[in-house]
């Protein structure tokens, strides 16, 4: 079997250029690959077309590569925690494919099964179904690219004529995860909420990268554990288990008498 084990963050990311698309893994700052991210910094790599649920905050995740502005796309559902992405976006520094949740995950996982389009319920009769949603601004801030009107089909469900729009699939040249754990081969773990958008960016990609807490030998991983097979992931680099990690919000309960 191939071993996939890389030495560092660094080796891994090396061959990704200028203008290349990425799949990135995360859910808020839950699962996000900074090992790698950081490397994509310290080497330069800019003009890049980034796919992922959010961009991170301002000084963390996504949002280190958006504040030495090195994206020049982002598709992404969420965008609401980062002020630098907010006055990039609206000065037309930045172009924004906004995605509804649901249908950005599918548009990846069906990406990575092979499937070129799918037909959804989800935005019809708004703008995106219609177009007209603003992708990139003029600095005057009139609207500079828009998005375009999608194809919708009424198909009989239960007897009942219903509306769907249809929605293209994503692939990406490279996608960048984070897991638990993964083994040589590069079967992976995901732990809790870093499980939801990390699988599906991994199987997007064309060439998948996963950062990984602890790297074990192939078997180790109980089968019925293993939330994302080998086949999908190319490259494999431990990162280790004290790795920094952040919570955006942290709320905890008031003691009684606090």
Not at 183 to 197: C, I, Q, T, V, Y
Request: hydrophobic fraction near 40%.
């Amino acid at each position: 079997m191939i071993d996939k084990q890389w030495a560092t963050a660094t080796e891994a990311v090396a061959d990704i250029p200028d203008g290349a698309s990425l799949a990135v893994g995360g859910f808020g700052l839950s699962g996000n690959p900074i090992a790698l991210i950081e490397a994509l910094l310290a080497q330069g790599t800019t003009d890049l077309s980034i796919v992922s649920n959010n961009c991170g905050v301002d000084d963390w995740g996504l949002g280190v590569l958006l504040n030495a502005q090195r994206i020049r796309k982002m598709t992404s559902s969420y965008v609401g925690e980062n002020k630098e992405f907010e006055r990039q976006f609206l000065s037309g520094e930045l172009e924004l494919e906004l995605t509804p949740q649901g249908t950005l995950a599918e548009k990846l996982r069906a990406g990575g099964s092979g499937i070129a389009a799918f037909y959804t319920q989800t935005g019809v009769g708004t703008q995106v179904a219609e177009g007209g949603l603003p992708r990139r601004y003029n600095p005057d801030g009139s609207i500079a690219v828009a998005s375009p009107v999608k194809d919708v089909r009424t198909f009989d469900v239960d007897g009942t004529p219903k509306e769907f729009v249809l929605e293209e699939a994503i692939t990406t040249d490279f996608s960048i995860v984070h897991a638990m754990a993964g083994d040589r081969h590069g079967n992976l773990l995901f732990n809790k909420a870093a499980r939801n958008f990390n699988p599906i960016a991994a199987m997007a990609g064309r060439v998948c990268i996963a950062q990984v807490e602890q790297l074990v030998e192939p078997g180790e991983i109980d089968p019925d554990r293993v939330h994302l097979p080998g086949v999908f992931v190319h490259r494999i680099v431990e990162v280790g288990t004290d790795i920094e990690k952040r919570i955006e919000r942290r709320t905890v309960t008031q003691s009684e008498g606090a």
